[in-house]
Nanobody, 127 residues
Framework: QLQLVESGGGLVQPGGSLRLSCAGS????????IGWFRQVPGKEREGVSC????????YYLDSVKGRFTISRDNAKNTVYLQMNSLKPEDTAIYYC????????????????????WGQGTQVTVSS
């Protein structure tokens, strides 16, 4: 059973950077497409970015294009979300999620098709 653990969240000033990590255990992430989602209280979970199996495709929410970069390190069984030029509106709990294969990319950014979820990490952008 795949388990995901996010880390790297915290408090950062506007314009700052954070790198979130999504570490997998119990299975290799090589076989999974990985998505990053975020959620604030009272709002639906929002797809931020995803990367397909074999890194063939990557998608980004329009508001984070050019600022966020998703990548994976197969040797460390970890997927990263590098977040630069952070804005207060990026404040949320960030979750990573996994789905086997590449089919989920066709349903992006619907979170319902992701099978495994981490517990989330809080990102707060504030001066």
């Amino acid at each position: 059973q795949l388990q995901l653990v996010e880390s790297g969240g915290g408090l950062v000033q506007p314009g700052g950077s954070l790198r979130l990590s999504c570490a997998g255990s119990g299975s290799t992430l090589d076989y999974y497409s990985i998505g990053w989602f975020r959620q604030v209280p009272g709002k639906e979970r929002e797809g931020v970015s995803c990367i397909s199996v074999n890194d063939v495709s990557t998608y980004y929410l329009d508001s984070v294009k050019g600022r966020f970069t998703i990548s994976r390190d197969n040797a460390k069984n970890t997927v990263y979300l590098q977040m630069n030029s952070l804005k207060p509106e990026d404040t949320a709990i960030y979750y990573c999620a996994a789905a086997p294969g590449i089919e989920v990319m066709g349903t992006w950014p619907n979170p319902l098709y992701f099978d495994f979820w981490g517990q989330g990490t809080q990102v707060t952008v504030s001066s």
